[in-house]
Nanobody, 117 residues
């Protein structure tokens, strides 16, 4: 199991950028694929992006392709989500997750992102 702590959320205007960070505990961070998810008020938690253990492969949900970039620094046990051209519909609590057995198993506490129009 890995402990995860997100940071970097905030209140921004439409078109602005934010970078979220997720710091992981433990020495085995590089063995986990990592992902970002989000949950808007009254909605189900949804997948946003995923990155392979080495960082060589990245995947995105269609609504963020071309705007968001997931990356990781295994030396710092940290995964990032660079969010550009933010839209009001990106407003949500953003969570990072560590994958085990191909599913997100370990979750952070979340960080709020609010985009005003």
């Amino acid at each position: 199991q890995v402990q995860l702590v997100e940071s970097g959320g905030g209140l921004v205007q439409a078109g602005d950028s934010l970078r979220l960070s997720c710091a992981a505990s433990g020495r085995t961070f590089s063995s986990y694929a990592m992902g970002w998810f989000r949950q808007a008020p009254g909605r189900e938690r949804e997948y946003v992006a995923r990155i392979s253990q080495s960082g060589s492969f990245t995947y995105y949900t269609d609504s963020v392709k071309g705007r968001f970039t997931i990356s990781r620094d295994n030396a710092k046990n940290t995964v990032y989500l660079q969010m550009n051209s933010l839209r009001p519909e990106d407003t949500a609590v953003y969570y990072c997750a560590a994958y085990r057995d191909y599913l997100p198993r370990d979750w952070g506490q979340g960080t709020q992102v609010t985009v005003s129009s």
